[in-house]
């Protein structure tokens, strides 16, 4: 009975199948446990994401008012989640704290309208106790549909300076003067940066602080040395040809991302560019793709896996006083935690 499809919906033995683990794998994985491989996790991971499966918890709802569910959102793609180690090692963090504490994790991507409405609805029937939401774009009503339903809501990022909503985020400012900073202090004054989508304030926060930093550094700003990307290994591509093709002397360039700065590094191999000896390179994030790459890239560390564990902490402190609707349209707290340039070969 419990291997039957109910109301269309798929269930944990499909996802078993699909990610090619066992029944209590997956349910290891969903419930937050650490004693499963990271391999194991990223299996059922994209299993879940593939068949859109939402664990029932109404049973445990109907042994009191709490469900000790809480629900992880990031409205990306597989594809972006899976490529991009930040989404990785943030949610190492927040399953992690999550295990501690004995709760169970919902974990889904909202990535299509129908999704969104599919999982509002989800949430209406107060099957968790709180949200966790990361990679906010400023157009994404989700956050406010949350506080609407009076759950408590913390976000990894935020939407702008002034943002209403309870939220865990780095010091993205600090991370461009650092790296512009410090490409100035090696002597390099033609210094190019990759920005992620501007619709995001994690991105538009660290284009500020490359600007500010070659104030600082006493360098006149020039938009032709200025290109957006999204993010991902493509766009750092894109954005670097265009780079090129616009500013053929730059002698540096602050990629807003690793992997974005990993996309710049293999058009800058194509041009006859060396790194660093013509261009000098520094990404965000001092991910595993920055230790990987040759040379191995100058980074800004944000503490990703911390970030994921204290935005889990204060919502959990917020579910545990009971402020829900209040709590959640009134604001919460905010925490920046701060970053650390790691210098490496590629500046």
Same mark, same amino acid.
């Given at each position: 009975?419990?291997?039957?499809?109910?109301? #269309?919906?798929?269930?944990? +033995?499909?996802?078993? !199948?699909?990610?090619?683990?066992? %029944?209590?794998?997956?349910?290891?994985?969903?419930?937050?446990?650490?004693?499963?491989?990271?391999?194991?996790?990223?299996?059922?991971?994209?299993?879940?994401?593939?068949?859109?499966?939402?664990?029932?918890?109404?049973?445990?709802? $109907?042994?009191?008012?709490?469900?000790?569910?809480?629900?992880?959102?990031?409205?990306?793609?597989?594809?972006?989640?899976?490529?991009?180690?930040?989404?990785? &090692?943030?949610?190492?963090?927040?399953?992690?704290?999550?295990?501690?504490?004995?709760? @169970?994790?919902?974990?889904?991507?909202?990535?299509?309208?129908?999704?969104? @409405? %599919?999982?509002?609805?989800?949430?209406?029937?107060?099957?968790? &106790?709180?949200?966790?939401?990361?990679?906010?774009?400023? &157009?994404?009503?989700?956050?406010?549909?949350?506080?609407?339903?009076?759950?408590?809501?913390?976000?990894?990022?935020?939407?702008? +300076?002034?943002?209403?909503?309870?939220?865990?985020?780095?010091?993205?400012? #600090?991370?461009?003067?650092? !790296?512009?900073?410090?490409?100035?202090?090696?002597?390099?004054?033609?210094?190019?940066?990759?920005? #992620?989508?501007?619709?995001?304030?994690?991105?538009?926060?660290?284009?500020?602080?490359?600007?500010?930093?070659?104030?600082?550094?006493?360098?006149?700003? &020039?938009?032709?040395? /200025?290109?957006?990307?999204?993010?991902?290994?493509?766009?750092?591509?894109?954005?670097?040809?265009?780079?090129?093709?616009?500013?053929? #002397?730059?002698?540096?360039?602050?990629?807003?991302?690793?992997?974005?700065?990993?996309?710049?590094?293999? /058009?800058?191999?194509? *041009?006859?560019?060396?790194?660093?000896?013509?261009?000098?390179?520094?990404?965000?994030?001092?991910?595993?793709? *920055?230790?990987?790459?040759?040379?191995?890239?100058?980074?800004?560390?944000?503490?990703?896996?911390?970030?994921?564990?204290?935005?889990?902490? $204060?919502?959990?402190?917020?579910?545990?006083?009971?402020?829900?609707?209040?709590?959640?349209?009134?604001?919460?707290?905010?925490?920046?935690?701060?970053?650390? $340039?790691?210098?490496?070969?590629?500046?």
């Amino acid at each position: 009975m419990s291997g039957s499809r109910q109301n #269309g919906r798929p269930t944990l +033995e499909e996802v078993a !199948a699909l990610a090619g683990v066992g %029944r209590g794998t997956v349910s290891r994985v969903i419930n937050g446990s650490p004693r499963v491989s990271e391999q194991a996790r990223a299996a059922v991971a994209r299993a879940v994401a593939e068949l859109g499966y939402i664990p029932n918890h109404a049973a445990r709802a $109907l042994a009191g008012s709490r469900t000790d569910a809480v629900a992880l959102v990031i409205p990306e793609t597989e594809a972006r989640l899976f490529a991009e180690p930040y989404f990785l &090692d943030l949610i190492r963090g927040v399953s992690a704290e999550l295990a501690e504490a004995d709760k @169970q994790l919902l974990f889904t991507l909202v990535r299509t309208e129908r999704e969104r @409405q %599919r999982f509002e609805q989800y949430l209406a029937a107060q099957r968790v &106790d709180g949200v966790l939401l990361a990679s906010v774009h400023a &157009d994404d009503p989700l956050p406010e549909r949350v506080r609407e339903l009076g759950l408590p809501l913390v976000m990894n990022g935020r939407r702008s +300076e002034a943002e209403p909503v309870a939220y865990v985020d780095s010091d993205n400012i #600090g991370a461009g003067r650092a !790296a512009v900073a410090h490409l100035a202090s090696r002597g390099r004054s033609r210094i190019a940066t990759i920005s #992620g989508p501007l619709d995001m304030y994690v991105a538009r926060a660290r284009l500020g602080g490359y600007r500010a930093g070659l104030a600082e550094a006493g360098l006149a700003p &020039d938009e032709s040395l /200025v290109a957006t990307g999204d993010f991902t290994e493509e766009g750092g591509r894109l954005a670097m040809g265009e780079l090129l093709e616009r500013a053929p #002397g730059l002698d540096a360039v602050f990629a807003a991302s690793d992997v974005m700065a990993a996309g710049a590094r293999g /058009v800058l191999r194509q *041009a006859g560019r060396r790194v660093p000896e013509d261009v000098a390179l520094v990404g965000v994030d001092d991910s595993a793709v *920055a230790r990987l790459m040759d040379p191995p890239l100058t980074s800004v560390r944000q503490p990703i896996e911390e970030m994921g564990r204290t935005m889990t902490r $204060l919502l959990l402190q917020e579910i545990a006083e009971a402020s829900g609707a209040a709590s959640a349209m009134a604001g919460g707290p905010r925490r920046v935690l701060p970053t650390e $340039l790691i210098v490496r070969d590629s500046s």
